[in-house]
T-cell receptor
Framework: GNSVTQMEGPVTLSEEAFLTINCTYTATGYPSLFWYVQYPGEGLQLLLKATKADDKGSNKGFEATYRKETTSFHLEKGSVQVSDSAVYFC????????????FGSGTRLQVQP | DAGVIQSPRHEVTEMGQEVTLRCKPISGHNSLFWYRQTMMRGLELLIYFNNNVPIDDSGMPEDRFSAKMPNASFSTLKIQPSEPRDSAVYFC??????????????FGNGTRLTVT
């Protein structure tokens, strides 16, 4: 079945540091890939997505590239801010007709001033 | 757009009681999902509907859980009887099914359920 594996957190960084959160997946076919972010007390919000190999999704300074050869979709940001502190979820779509997403376990990011 | 609306935000109940969680999806969205989030198991899909019809309920833990979608603007998730291990945050999400698999999900703020 489909699965998503994320690096365990928490990840603690100082403001303006470089961020990488690793995500690898197992899936049949060619799923679409997503990063969602969850702020405290809120639901998940779409951060970015990529729908085919070598696509790069980007939003708010975050980027992730769909790497089919390594089945990865790592999230990166060049300079994090305190306001980026949240839980980040990697997810993939199921191309067997389901519209639901399979999520990773989430990675908590804490950015210190 | 008000987004996905869930109620209540918090629910505290005693073991054995019936619990009903409610969700209003975004207008025009025809897919609706119920997820459960716990520290131990992360985000788990419970059930999803397309055009008000349940498509996949394989994630529903057991017969104590049931979900309905009587119309395009309302869904309920019911637990009867509730147990302490049901304590979690329950999220409802909706999406616009455009026939492709990259339609993003829009989540509500969740219902935090505590069963004592």
């Amino acid at each position: 079945g489909n699965s998503v594996t994320q690096m365990e957190g928490p990840v603690t960084l100082s403001e303006e540091a470089f961020l990488t959160i690793n995500c690898t997946y197992t899936a049949t076919g060619y799923p679409s890939l997503f990063w969602y972010v969850q702020y405290p007390g809120e639901g998940l919000q779409l951060l970015l997505k990529a729908t085919k190999a070598d696509d790069k999704g980007s939003n708010k300074g975050f980027e992730a590239t769909y790497r089919k050869e390594t089945t990865s979709f790592h999230l990166e940001k060049g300079s994090v801010q305190v306001s980026d502190s949240a839980v980040y979820f990697c997810a993939l779509s199921d191309q067997r007709g389901r519209r639901a997403l399979t999520f990773g376990s989430g990675t908590r990011l804490q950015v210190q001033p | 757009d008000a987004g996905v609306i869930q109620s209540p935000r918090h629910e505290v109940t005693e073991m054995g009681q019936e619990v009903t969680l409610r969700c209003k999806p975004i207008s025009g969205h025809n897919s609706l999902f119920w997820y459960r989030q716990t520290m131990m198991r992360g985000l788990e899909l419970l059930i999803y509907f397309n055009n008000n019809v349940p498509i996949d309920d394989s994630g529903m833990p057991e017969d104590r859980f049931s979900a309905k979608m009587p119309n395009a603007s309302f869904s309920t998730l019911k637990i009867q009887p509730s147990e302490p291990r049901d304590s979690a945050v329950y999220f409802c999400a909706s999406s616009e099914d455009r026939g492709v698999d990259n339609s993003p999900l829009h989540f509500g703020n969740g219902t935090r359920l505590t069963v004592t």
